[in-house]
Nanobody, 128 residues
Framework: QVQLLESGGGLVQAGGSLRVSCAAS????????MGWFRQAPGKEREFVSV????????RYADSVKGRFTISRNNAENTVFLQMNSLKPEDTAVYYC?????????????????????WGQGTQVTVSS
């Protein structure tokens, strides 16, 4: 069972940038699509981005498209989310997650239930 640990969250002003990381251990990281979700207070956890095992395919939520970039380093078992032009509405706890099956890519929208391993989350706060 893969274990995930996020880091890199913090407080940033609107318009600023932040990069969050997720380190994986205990599994074959390079075989799985990896995703980022976020959850704001009082709201449901929502999809942000996903990257396939070889970094050849990525997908983003409309709300972050053009501002966020997902990437991964399979040699270091790490996935990243570079967040630029941050807005106050990006404030949330950010979670990384690993797909439940290796070498799988969904043509339909990714949901929480598509991911079987989750990190504990890292807080990102964007001040106005």
């Amino acid at each position: 069972q893969v274990q995930l640990l996020e880091s890199g969250g913090g407080l940033v002003q609107a318009g600023g940038s932040l990069r969050v990381s997720c380190a994986a251990s205990g599994g074959t990281f390079s075989n799985y699509a990896m995703g980022w979700f976020r959850q704001a207070p009082g709201k449901e956890r929502e999809f942000v981005s996903v990257i396939n095992w070889s970094s050849s395919i990525t997908r983003y939520a409309d709300s972050v498209k053009g501002r966020f970039t997902i990437s991964r380093n399979n040699a270091e078992n790490t996935v990243f989310l570079q967040m630029n032009s941050l807005k106050p509405e990006d404030t949330a706890v950010y979670y990384c997650a690993a797909d439940t099956a290796p070498f799988r890519w969904r043509d339909s929208a990714y949901r929480r239930t598509d991911f079987g391993a989750w990190g504990q989350g890292t807080q990102v706060t964007v001040s106005s």
